[in-house]
């Protein structure tokens, strides 16, 4: 069941500039276009009159005109012009969600538009910190359910066997990395700590490392579909007194995880480089690194969905290792408890 009363990223804030854009949403054709004002916009991408898709429309001085008959709509969803007649009937209009724009992206929000309380929408300033956090982001459209992408990011015990040649390193370093996890009303919190390993191959190429290395990876699970990582990594011995921040190497990555249907989703993610400030380059580099990475986990996943489709889930069993995981899911359960059944949201 997708829960429809959340916040979600629909799209990278530069993904809608001067055309409008169609996507998927929990289900619904959404159309994201941006007003002559530059205020970004949701409707349902489906016109009022004939059911055209508006996406196929474009943006006007009044609002985004449908591309078959001309209809012109605002923002808010209103119908503002009707090409021949200067009478405006009442119900000439689409539906609008609630979309809010921060930190470099456009959030929506699917549901019940009363309770759509933007402070609910998670924080993410790095990404408007350029100087001490230069990023780079974009967007992997996956065939498998945005669920199965958390497993993956709650469960890194995958790094040592599907990322072995890029961020994975040992695979026993990752299943024994001790895990420390603090539940939060919203998800949970964990911090791995993998010292004396081995420095995986992008670690060499991001920072020089020549000898073993002590390693920390910090996550935070935020339902229903944001984990904010901080990595950071230093010689061996380094992290003895638990102190990471000044890490010779410390990378922030942000993930998102939309569902498009019940079984795809788009992931949103960017990688920001708080070690060579400096060097452009370097962004690029832990950008096209991190990025080989996830086109391994979309692999896998898609393949694992596929599976699943085929199969069913009802032979799947648990083991230690997924204890974040199932945590996270629980939380995602309660949180489906509060959505209205079906029959009430008619
Ligand atoms: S279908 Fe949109 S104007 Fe006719
Ligand atoms: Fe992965």
Same mark, same amino acid.
């Given at each position: 069941?997708?829960?429809?009363?959340?916040?979600? %990223?629909?799209? #990278?804030?530069?993904?809608?500039?001067?055309?409008?854009?169609?996507?998927?949403?929990?289900?619904?054709?959404?159309?994201?276009?941006?007003?002559?004002?530059?205020?970004?916009?949701?409707?349902?991408?489906?016109?009022?009159?004939?059911?055209?898709?508006?996406?196929?429309?474009?943006?006007?001085?009044?609002?985004?005109?449908?591309?078959?008959?001309?209809?012109?709509?605002?923002?808010?969803?209103?119908? %503002?012009?009707?090409?021949?007649?200067?009478?405006?009937?009442?119900?000439?209009? %689409?539906?609008?969600?609630?979309?809010?724009?921060?930190?470099?992206?456009? #959030?929506?929000?699917?549901?019940?538009?009363?309770?759509?309380?933007?402070?609910?929408?998670?924080?993410?300033?790095?990404?408007?910190?350029?100087?001490?956090?230069?990023?780079?982001?974009?967007?992997?459209?996956?065939?498998?359910?945005?669920?199965?992408?958390?497993?993956?990011?709650?469960?890194? &015990?995958?790094?040592?066997?599907?990322?072995?040649?890029?961020?994975?390193?040992?695979?026993?370093?990752?299943?024994?990395?001790?895990?420390?996890?603090?539940?939060?009303?919203?998800?949970?919190?964990?911090?791995? #700590?993998?010292?004396?390993?081995?420095?995986?191959?992008?670690?060499?190429?991001?920072?020089?490392?020549?000898?073993?290395?002590?390693?920390?990876?910090?996550?935070?699970?935020?339902?229903?579909?944001?984990?904010?990582? #901080?990595?950071?990594?230093?010689?061996?011995?380094?992290?003895?007194?638990?102190?990471?921040?000044?890490?010779?190497?410390?990378?922030?990555?942000?993930?998102?995880?939309?569902?498009?249907?019940?079984?795809?989703?788009?992931?949103?993610?960017?990688?920001?480089?708080?070690?060579?400030?400096?060097?452009?380059?370097?962004?690029?580099?832990?950008?096209?690194?991190?990025?080989?990475?996830?086109?391994?986990?979309?692999?896998?996943?898609?393949?694992?969905?596929?599976?699943?489709?085929?199969?069913?889930?009802?032979?799947?069993?648990?083991?230690? &290792?997924?204890?974040?995981?199932?945590?996270?899911?629980?939380?995602?359960?309660?949180?489906?408890?509060?959505?209205?059944?079906?029959?009430?949201?008619?």
């Amino acid at each position: 069941m997708l829960i429809r009363n959340a916040w979600y %990223v629909a799209a #990278w804030a530069d993904e809608v500039a001067d055309r409008p854009l169609a996507r998927r949403i929990c289900n619904e054709p959404v159309v994201l276009f941006r007003d002559r004002e530059g205020h970004a916009h949701a409707l349902i991408d489906m016109c009022c009159h004939r059911g055209a898709p508006l996406s196929l429309g474009a943006v006007t001085e009044r609002g985004l005109q449908c591309g078959y008959h001309g209809l012109t709509f605002d923002g808010a969803g209103a119908c %503002v012009a009707i090409p021949g007649q200067s009478h405006i009937p009442e119900r000439a209009r %689409v539906r609008a969600f609630p979309l809010v724009e921060r930190d470099a992206m456009l #959030w929506i929000w699917p549901g019940d538009p009363a309770r759509a309380d933007p402070s609910l929408i998670v924080p993410y300033p790095y990404h408007n910190d350029t100087a001490r956090w230069p990023h780079r982001h974009t967007m992997y459209p996956i065939k498998g359910a945005a669920m199965l992408m958390v497993d993956n990011l709650m469960d890194l &015990t995958h790094l040592g066997y599907v990322h072995v040649g890029s961020i994975g390193g040992n695979p026993m370093t990752h299943v024994e990395a001790r895990m420390e996890t603090e539940r939060t009303p919203t998800g949970l919190r964990f911090t791995r #700590w993998m010292p004396n390993s081995l420095p995986p191959p992008t670690y060499v190429k991001a920072a020089g490392f020549t000898g073993r290395i002590d390693r920390c990876q910090r996550f935070e699970f935020i339902a229903p579909g944001a984990i904010l990582q #901080w990595s950071s990594a230093d010689e061996a011995g380094a992290y003895a007194n638990g102190q990471v921040d000044d890490s010779r190497l410390k990378f922030r990555l942000f993930h998102f995880l939309t569902p498009e249907t019940d079984t795809s989703c788009f992931y949103f993610w960017s990688t920001a480089n708080g070690y060579r400030l400096d060097d452009p380059s370097a962004t690029t580099q832990l950008f096209a690194e991190i990025g080989a990475a996830f086109e391994e986990d979309r692999t896998v996943v898609e393949a694992q969905q596929a599976r699943m489709s085929e199969l069913g889930e009802d032979a799947l069993v648990d083991i230690t &290792t997924d204890a974040a995981r199932i945590h996270m899911r629980r939380t995602i359960e309660r949180l489906a408890q509060t959505e209205p059944t079906p029959l009430a949201a008619e």
